[in-house]
């Protein structure tokens, strides 16, 4: 497997938690997690599919 890296152009002023799963359920918890936390949350969630054509899904 190679690894890159990339730079990420943030606001000064943002958050950002970067995390990994194998399962979309888990990425489906997260976004209902933040929904109910964070009234009026503005986010955005990608997941890389491990089957089929291995598509990146975000919202």
Not at 11 to 30: R, V
Request: glycine share 6%; proline share 5%.
């Amino acid at each position: 497997m190679e690894l890159i890296s990339i730079k990420i152009d943030a606001p000064p002023d943002s958050n950002i938690a970067l995390g990994q799963t194998h399962f979309i359920k888990t990425a489906e918890d997260l976004y209902e997690s933040l929904i109910t936390s964070v009234p009026g949350i503005k986010f955005e969630l990608a997941f890389c599919q491990a089957s089929g054509k291995c598509l990146i899904r975000w919202e």
